[in-house]
């Protein structure tokens, strides 16, 4: 599903036009965005946990000329999925 589709089927499931269906949706991804960005956790009950992980700084190999590299510590978005959405999908 694409963004533009989920924006139509919000307005389908809410009775809401296409225009305040993309600003709800775009609303809800910036929020989302934004707490990620000030290192909080974004917790949606029955669906699932957006959160910052950290991966340590490690060596690493360059595979055109075999040396070793030191690949730096850097943080990256991540999704848990909660239990009622893991329950839905088996």
Known sequence: MTKNELIEKVAKKANLTKRASADAVNSTFNLIRDGLVRGEKVVIT???TFLIRSRAARRGRNPQTG???QIPKKKTPGF???????RLIK
């Open 80 to 86: 848990t999925a909660g239990k009622t959405l893991k």
């Open 67 to 69: 040396e070793t590299i």
């Open 46 to 48: 029955g669906f699932g």
